[in-house]
């Protein structure tokens, strides 16, 4: 309920609620959250301000007064006066009509006054549609119209605007104002030409007297060249102004000027120390001392417009100037730009940088044993020192002259400030090697570098201290991208120094190995054998599967795969530890389904037995149908009636006797077409039949070629019949003909649901309804039972309601679904779909970076390896044989079961499986031949 004149309602939600309810009730928008300038306001406050100023018509009177509001919501001074008509606006719209009625307790205007017009203007209390007159703007608004509701052509004649009459010129005041005076009109073929004159305005008081006309002076002038006469010719003496030619300048950008923003700021410095004496006293005292001179004679004042070289060149320079400081900015520098562009940043385009990264890694050696390492480029280095390194064809014995080196330890319990700076940028410069090679050009580029390689050696030699662990890591990383390209022989220092990581305790240690070795010599075209491999190291590894670490358990599989590829591995496992391959093969067997994604699919079973469609005879019309094709004349009546009960099909015949017999039965009272006339009629009708005759040896057939009966009856218009399907006898009472046509059912058709379930009550049910429409026998005999067709129900029915509620499950809905139904029970529907089953589809992992995606992951490494142990045991497992069992056998025997439901299940891999699967057979196979040869023998010796 609205409140009582004179109040306002305090809760705001509740406000917004009654406005909403009183601009429902008078058919007019309202928003809730009005906004200005793009920001909501709060029309609860908004009307609170504007009646405490006395409302909208008093605010409206004075000027600048809604100006004040604007302010009270916080907006700014820009464009206040744009967001002060947005605010009046916003009131109008919502609230100007709510505060008459209910503050006021008036009768607000209509809203085709109020909220359809601009909030223009004030005393909305007192406007009506009798004195409200709209603005010349909305003049031309069919106002009339839009109130009455209607707008036809009449009413634009009442709402056009009438032309304003100005006021009576007085005589002779054309001479007293030349301006006001009308424009020649210009020659047809002259172009335009403004008025010359400006045009002034003045204004006309009471008091002034007339003037005197002005006295005009004759003037001679050449009348075909001066443009300013009426006569002047302008089309043919029309000159275009010449264009000037456009001038583009290049924006300057740091791309195509890099220095242009920088001496911009240089020249702005300069006028600020121009404009304060003192400052450009004290910036001209300001020297720049050269190192290794004399600090008098070393004074230079630094020149400008030169830059120095760029960040790329320095950090090079600094990092092979050996001084600390310097090398701390390289270091630093290179550490971010390696990892934000290592994309682009490559060892070829700067000479002798990845030298110096090399050299200064090396001085990890002072740092721990106080040993520096030499490098010489000379081929023969005999006679040379033990810490020597060889940089241009690697170094001979290197692990041997790394033990005789290292004897002396550093104390790493004891360091100074200056060990930790220099063990910092040592950490640091083997980062910017990690980075780097994670781009495989710069790995190639040092791969070539026999220095890099003893470099690497020497850095994953040094003892364990908790102090070099980042620095041994970061080597390990560098090696992951780098034995790609390395053939390492089983002797190499390198490859001899990362077998005892794979013992360690360290997780990051331990993969950053095993990484580095699993990769030795993939992108070489020799093969890598990987041997050398302690047996307990084998089994830690192969401990490593059984745990939940996905990252770990994938590098070991990479492992276990390139190890058990070695036949000579695979029989020291077998003699050493031989119970490890069996549990080995069950483990992974187990890993064929890792983190597997399952998906349900069905697959075809059986194919459906497929059924020819029953024959379709000509359908009797029925009586409605009759009735209306009556009012036609042939040959009208006969295209009516073939187009209702025949459609055009191609590859069917009706044979001519037949369809004239079907259509001479039915209106042999009305006088039918004759015969040869009702032929040439159906291939009138439809445009695929053609009339022919078939010879053969016994009788020659007259038939009818693309047509056939339709299964479904249609009216004139097209639209499908309801077909009765109640047995009014046994199908197996009948013959096969009779079966076939379906003469057991009723066969009549309806062209509506109700009327062929009336039918169905009254024919064959035999109940019959009052005058009042209810059921004349209110208890059925026993023996009324549903005899629809395929219908299950056997039990009689007690009432009619019983009857009428059943037979209406049985009619469907539509004409539609009733053509569905009958092509379905004469088998002419779509074909039976197929019968499927449901099974639990696996995908595993596959890498998509490849094209075509190719498997990956644990579960692939797992069936991959299972290959390598099954192809070792058809070819080298006779030795392993025990009490005649196969080593195949003793490996794969009891996890057969469980490969072939990989088989079906796993999509991912199930061409690796079939390929393990055959390897088993072909073991089978070869034993079974060998079993019957040798019975074969025992017969020829019995005999």
Known sequence: MAPPPQRIIEDEEEFLNDVAAFHEKRGTNFDRDGKVSGRP??????????????????????????????????????????????????????????????????????????????????????????NYAPASSQANEPATAALDGNFDSADEEQ??????????????????????????????????????????????????????????????????????????????????????????????????????????????????????????????RKFELLPGLDEKDSRKVVPTGLNGPNIYQRCLYGLRSGIPEEEEFALHHLVKVSCERGDKYKFEGFPYLAESLLEKALQITELVYGVKWDVTYDEDDEGLPLNTLNAAFGTKNLLERIQLTSTNVVDENVEDTDTSRKLDRLKETILVLRNMVTLADNAIFLSRFPLFKDCLTIAITLPD????????????????????????????????????????????????????????????????????????????????????????????????????????????????????????????????LHESITREESIIARQPAKTSPLPCPVPTIANELYVELLRYHEPERSSRWLRCCFEESPNDDITQIAIWQAYQQRFVQHNPIPAADFIKNVSTTFSTAQAQVINSP???????????????????????????????????????????????????????????LAHLISDHMGIQRTVEGQFAEKDLPNHRICRWHQCKHRSPFATGREVTLHLSVHIPATPEAMSKLLHEVAFDGREPEPTTIKHHIHYTAFDTEVHPPQPCGIAWMSVMILRNLARYANKHGQPFEKDGVKLIEQLFGSHKYALFKNLASNKTLGNYISDLMQLLDKAENEEKRGTKREREEDGETTA
Not at 538 to 555: G, K, P, R, S, Y
Not at 712 to 741: F, M, N
Request: charged share 25%; with cysteine.
């Open 159 to 284: 709402v056009t605007p009438k032309q304003e009459k100005t006021e009576s010129e007085e005589p002779g005041s054309a001479s007293r104002y030349p301006m006001r005076q009308l424009r020649q009109d210009p020659k047809r073929t002259q172009m335009y030409q403004p008025e010359t004159q400006p045009a002034r305005t003045r204004n006309i008081r009471a008091t002034d007297s007339p003037s005197a006309p002005p006295v005009q002076q004759q003037v001679y002038q050449n009348t075909a060249s001066d443009p300013y006469n009426p006569t002047f010719d302008w089309f043919n003496n029309y000159k275009p102004s010449l264009s000037r030619p456009l001038t583009l300048q290049q924006v300057k950008t740091p791309g195509n000027d890099p220095e242009f923003h920088t001496n911009k700021a240089k020249q702005k410095l300069q006028k600020e120390l121009e404009k304060d004496p003192r400052k450009l006293r004290e910036a001209a």
């Open 41 to 130: 306001i709060s029309l609860h406050k908004l009307y609170k301000l504007v009646l405490a100023r006395g409302g909208y018509d008093a605010l409206s009177a004075e000027r600048m007064q809604w100006r004040t509001l604007v302010r009270e919501f916080g907006f700014g001074k820009n464009h206040e006066g744009v967001m002060t008509f947005q605010l009046k606006t916003v009131y109008y719209k919502n609230l100007a009509a709510y505060e008459i009625a209910t503050y006021w307790g008036e009768e607000p205007p209509p809203k085709e006054i109020l909220e359809d017009r601009s909030a223009k203007g004030g005393n909305l209390r007192t406007r009506t549609l009798e």
């Open 465 to 592: 201290q908790p102090r070099l662990t980042e620095f041994k890591l970061s080597a390990l990383e560098v090696l992951e991208h780098v034995t790609r390209y390395w053939a390492l022989v089983p002797k190499d220092p390198l490859y001899l120094s990362l077998i005892p990581y794979m013992e360690s305790s360290d997780r990051a240690t331990l993969i950053s190995a095993i990484r580095a070795i699993n990769n030795i010599g993939i992108d070489t075209p020799e093969i890598h054998r990987l041997t050398d491999i302690p047996i307990a190291t084998v089994n830690q590894l192969f401990n490593f599967t059984l745990l939940d670490d996905d990252l770990l358990m994938e590098t070991t599989l990479d492992f276990l795969y390139e190890y058990t590829a070695m036949p000579e591995n695979n029989t020291e496992l077998l003699t050493k530890i031989p119970w490890l391959l069996p549990r080995m093969v069950g483990r992974l067997t187990s890993l064929l």
């Open 698 to 756: 016994v009788q020659a057939r007259f038939i009818i070629k693309g047509i056939k009966p339709r299964r479904v009856l249609v009216d004139v218009h097209g639209r499908p019949y309801y077909k009765c399907l109640w047995h009014i006898t046994h199908p197996e009472q009948g013959d096969q003909a009779s079966r076939l046509t379906q003469k057991y059912l009723c066969s009549t058709w309806y062209s509506s649901r109700e009327k062929l």
